[in-house]
């Protein structure tokens, strides 16, 4: 009896976001890896798609995921941003925010994202690969990132957004991965994980609040997440597990 109570709140609770999830794709075999990881975790199915393989209508997807290091389409941009604004959450990954897509007209618009121009000593977008990158939780008390996460270590981190001192946060490390340098928000937004980075060559320490984050948009929601440089990042347990976390969150307007 207390199992079948414990199963109902958990699945009537409005942190449980029901249903199948969307997987847009352009390097398969990661996410069929993740696909694994949330029917696991969350127990939801997944689809894994390609650009040019796009359903006529995302409406039976309760979260679409983004996986594009090549060109973002303008078919597949425009149907992601329709999903999110009429009411869709959209988990966007690592590479789904890069240079690539800054030719796209409506995609930083809709995520409240610029990556400037210019060197990076000066506040200019760079990524730079292989990295060893630690990510640490600023959010220590949200379902995403606390809810069944075992962090591996705690990592001096002064956030970047937040005036106050160094601090020890829970956190974890992923090797051979690739770090993303300047990504400038235009707009407010809930953050979830920072980043911490030491350039070999020029000895600086970059720890920028851009890991991880959330935001409205219309209706509904986008969801950042920077790890996911390969495989390799998404079978760190404290990771995988912010993930399946994501898409069973559901965060209110």
């Known amino acids: 009896m207390v ?13 449980f976001a029901a249903g199948k999830v969307l997987i847009i794709a352009d390097e398969v075999p990661a996410m069929e890896f993740l696909a694994g990881k949330l029917k696991a975790g969350a127990g939801v199915e997944s689809t894994i798609v390609t650009q040019d393989k796009l359903p006529p209508d995302f409406g039976p997807y309760s979260s679409v995921i983004v996986y594009i290091h090549g060109k973002l389409l303008v078919p597949t941009e425009t149907a992601c941003v329709n999903y999110a604004t009429g009411g869709g959450k959209l988990i966007l990954l690592h590479h789904s925010i890069s240079s690539s897509k800054r030719a796209n ?17 000066q506040g200019g977008y760079k990524w730079i690969e292989p990295v060893t990158l630690e990510f640490v939780n600023l959010a220590p008390k949200h379902y995403i990132t606390t809810h069944n996460v075992k962090y591996q270590k705690r990592i001096p981190y002064q956030r970047s957004d937040v005036e106050g001192g160094e601090r020890q946060l829970d956190g974890f490390t992923l090797p051979d991965t690739e770090v993303y340098l300047n990504h400038t928000f235009t707009g407010p937004r809930t953050i979830l994980l920072g980043m911490k980075y030491t350039d070999a060559k020029s000895g600086i320490t970059y720890m920028q609040d851009r890991a991880g984050w959330y935001k409205p948009a219309g209706k509904g929601w986008v969801m950042y997440f920077m790890a996911g440089h390969s495989v390799r990042d998404l079978e760190n347990p404290a990771y995988a597990q912010i ?11």
């Open 3 to 15: 199992r079948m109570l414990l199963v109902s709140i958990l699945f009537c609770s409005p942190l």
């Open 105 to 121: 007209k409506q995609w930083f618009p809709t995520l409240g994202i610029s990556l400037p121009e210019g060197d990076v000593s």
């Open 243 to 253: 993930l399946v976390n994501a898409v069973a969150y559901q965060p209110k307007l």
